[in-house]
């Protein structure tokens, strides 16, 4: 049987990345063709809260394991290193490193974007450490960030998908207008944009909003006190992270989704939101036009572009025809397009084309 030695991160912690890469290590499609061996490449166990020196020593096993495999035999090495932030500098290493243990093909996932503008690794080291492998991308939007002079790689396509078998439920609408903030609470997921946009809708309409999310740049109470600085007098709730369990709950008792992100590689909250039937108005950035065509199921809008947003929104509320809709297409996209099975097929096309 074929080899895959896959140094990838699953969770914990819990993110885009390492969603699809759990479902990559449990598909019986994929594992009926190929043995796949893992190593977990991120450092962190409990949600980026390690200690450096903890890191270190995680780093220093991931190595040594790494070495121990030097003789024996792999057809693909599947990796899927972080190229934004300083996450780079020890992907980077770890790939450099694979490339002279493994006689094999060297297949780079990149779920997440940056490696252009990435300053942490000079250009001339990514030149080198990322010439002659595959490099899969999650949409064709994203291709702009493979830098120019890279040899001899070759750049596939494979989208993520919905990362459960969520079942399916009845579309569902509130009197009073529920929009939701879905996302880890950071600067650059836009919260703060998120707030402002909820201030203009305020003047405009009746509404209430909910945050969930894991609390990174802001803590709940820091939260609070910035929507407070903004007057704004809509009943809201500040949820913290939610499981699998609640997501149909949330989605289902929020009438629009806003994701007023500054960078987005895919978007899993997109696609688990179009599936529970409530439509998003998200920035035109990233992958996340390979999911919402504007106009037809969601809304695109330019980056930072509050009142894009709040006109977006208005329009979509204010239009029950459009939002209906929005909704049909919306779920459709994902029953047709974005189900496990749709990763998996991609993603074994891709294998066997390179063996």
Known sequence: MKKIIAIIQVPPPVHGASLMNQLFLKSKLISAQFKVSHFQLSLSRNNFKESKISKLINFIFLIRSLFKLKNKNADIVYITPSVSGISIVKDVIIIFISKIIFESKVVLHLHNFGLKKNSFIPYIIKKNVFSNTTIILNSAHLSSDIPKGFKNIKIKYCHSCLPHHYKEISPNRNSIPNILFYSNILISKGIIDFIKIIKDLEKNIK?????????????????????????????????????????????????????????????????????????????????????????????????????????????????????????????????????????????????????
């Not at 740049?217 to 407070?228: A, F, G, K, V, W």
């Not at 590689?265 to 939101?273: A, C, D, K, N, V």
């Not at 809304?299 to 709040?310: A, G, H, K, S």
Request: glycine share 6%.
């Open 207 to 355: 509404l209430t909003f909910t945050i969930a999310g894991d609390f990174y740049d802001y803590n709940e109470i820091e939260l609070i006190e910035i929507i407070e600085s903004y007057k704004i007098y809509s009943n809201y709730k500040i949820l913290g992270k939610i499981n699998n369990d609640q997501k149909e709950s949330v989605f289902k008792n929020s009438d629009i989704y806003v994701n007023p992100t500054y960078f987005e590689t895919f978007g899993i909250t997109i696609l688990e939101s179009l599936w529970f039937n409530t439509p998003v108005v998200a920035t035109n950035i990233g992958g996340i036009p390979e999911i919402i065509e504007n106009n037809k199921n969601g809304y695109l809008v330019e980056l930072r572009n509050i009142n894009q947003f709040v006109e977006s929104i208005l329009k979509l509320l204010g239009n029950s025809d459009l939002y209906d809709k929005f909704v049909k297409n919306g779920n459709d996209v994902i029953k047709n397009k974005f189900q496990i099975n749709n990763y998996e097929i991609q993603l074994l096309k891709i294998f066997n084309e390179l063996i």
